[in-house]
C-alpha cells in the first residue's frame, strides 16, 4: 500500500533562517508530488507541483523553492524565513488527472 | 482562473441538527469534484464525485453532485460533536493538480 511520509511535524524558526522540508512517497512510482500551504486554517494554497524528477512548477512566487532529487522525495526550501512563511504545510500525491490526493500528516512552521 | 467557492464559510449548529454545505466551481476542463474533512491535521478523504446526479453515502454523510448548475452539496444528518471539522472542496480538472475552496467550518455543539 502507498504511505507518504512528511517532517518535521512541528517548527519553530527564526526570521532570516532556513528551511527544509521533506517529504516521501513509498509504495508508489511516479507520483505527482504537491506542496500546500494552509494559513489560519483554511483553505488550501498550492505552493509547488511537480510531475516527475527535476520538473518544478511554481504557482505563487515568493521565497521559497522546491526540489525533486528522487522519484519519491520532495523538499520545500527557503534560504531565509519571513514572517509571513508562518502556516500549515501539506504534502500530497496523486496519480492521474482528477485524482484525490493523498496529504502528507502535514507541518506547521512558525517563524519568530 | 479556476475557483471553487464554497459556503457558508462557517456554520454552528446543535448536536441532532442536519447540515448542508455547498460548493460551487467553474467548468473548464472538469473532471471530478472531492471533498475532504480536516480536524486538527491532514485533510481525509470523504467522497469523489464525477457523474452528475448520483449521490454517494457514507453512514449519515452524503453528498451530490450538478454538473449543469455547478455545484455539489455535501449533507450530514443527525450531527454529532465529532463532525467539528473544516469542510474542503476541491475541483480537478485535466492537469493533475486540485483547486480548492476556502473550507467551511462546521461547529457542533452539544
Known amino acids: 500500500s502507498q504511505t507518504i511520509h512528511q517532517w518535521p511535524a512541528t517548527l519553530v524558526q527564526p526570521v532570516g533562517s532556513p528551511l527544509s522540508l521533506e517529504c516521501t512517497v513509498e509504495g508508489t512510482s511516479n507520483p505527482n508530488l504537491y506542496w500546500y500551504r494552509q494559513a489560519a486554517g483554511r483553505g488550501l494554497q498550492l505552493l509547488f507541483y511537480?510531475?516527475?524528477?527535476?520538473?518544478i512548477s511554481s504557482e505563487v512566487p515568493q521565497n521559497l523553492s522546491a526540489s525533486r532529487p528522487q522519484d519519491r522525495q520532495f523538499i520545500l526550501s527557503s534560504k531565509k524565513l519571513l514572517l509571513s512563511d508562518s502556516g500549515f504545510y501539506l504534502c500530497?500525491?496523486?496519480?492521474?488527472?482528477?485524482?484525490?490526493?493523498?496529504f502528507g500528516s502535514g507541518t506547521r512552521l512558525t517563524v519568530v | 482562473e479556476d475557483k471553487v467557492v464554497q459556503s457558508p464559510l462557517s456554520l454552528v449548529v446543535h448536536e441532532g441538527d442536519t447540515v448542508t454545505l455547498n460548493c460551487s466551481y467553474e467548468v473548464t476542463n472538469f473532471r471530478s469534484l472531492l471533498w475532504y474533512k480536516q480536524e486538527k491535521k491532514a485533510p481525509t478523504f470523504l467522497f469523489m464525485l464525477t457523474s452528475s446526479g448520483i449521490e454517494k453515502k457514507s453512514g449519515r454523510l452524503s453528498s451530490i453532485l450538478d454538473k449543469k448548475e455547478l455545484f455539489s452539496i455535501l449533507n450530514i444528518t443527525a450531527t454529532q460533536t465529532g463532525d467539528s471539522a473544516i469542510y474542503l472542496c476541491a475541483r480537478g480538472g485535466s492537469n493533475y493538480k486540485l483547486t480548492f475552496g476556502k473550507g467551511t467550518l462546521l461547529t457542533v455543539n452539544p
Open positions: 511537480s510531475v516527475g524528477i527535476g520538473q
Open positions: 500530497a500525491w496523486n496519480r492521474r488527472p482528477g485524482d484525490g490526493y493523498t
